[in-house]
């Protein structure tokens, strides 16, 4: 059975950092895709950073230059660097691994405020 369990969400002023990090655990025999998406209260979810098996990554317009996704394949996990954090990055994080098939992480909360 798949578990990806993520952690480092929290509360942070504008301005302010965090890194996310997301930990998988059973057989996945090969992660090609893994990502970080997004959700906030009333609106969809959306692809916030993804990194490939050869580590080619896509960001969303609004993260670009903020954000970096990075991954470590020994030890199955995928990571989100946040800097510069702005009150509109406040949602929930989900990280999600294509491997075979589609997982999802729980989701962490992110809130930036002052």
């Known amino acids: 059975q798949v578990q990806l369990v993520e952690s480092g969400g929290g509360l942070v002023q504008p301005g302010g950092s965090l890194r996310l990090s997301c930990a998988a655990s059973?057989?996945?025999?090969?992660?090609?895709?893994m990502g970080w998406y997004r959700q906030a209260p009333g609106k969809q979810r959306e692809l916030v950073a993804a990194?490939?098996?050869?580590?080619?990554?896509a960001y969303a317009d609004s993260v670009k230059g903020r954000f970096t996704i990075s991954r470590d394949n020994a030890k199955n996990t995928v990571s989100l660097q946040m800097n510069s954090l702005k009150p509109e990055d406040t949602a929930v994080y989900y990280c999600k691994v294509v491997g075979g098939m589609i997982y999802w992480g729980q989701g962490t909360q992110v809130t930036v405020s002052s």
């Open positions: 059973g057989s996945i025999v090969r992660m090609y895709l």
């Open positions: 990194i490939t098996s050869g580590n080619d990554t």
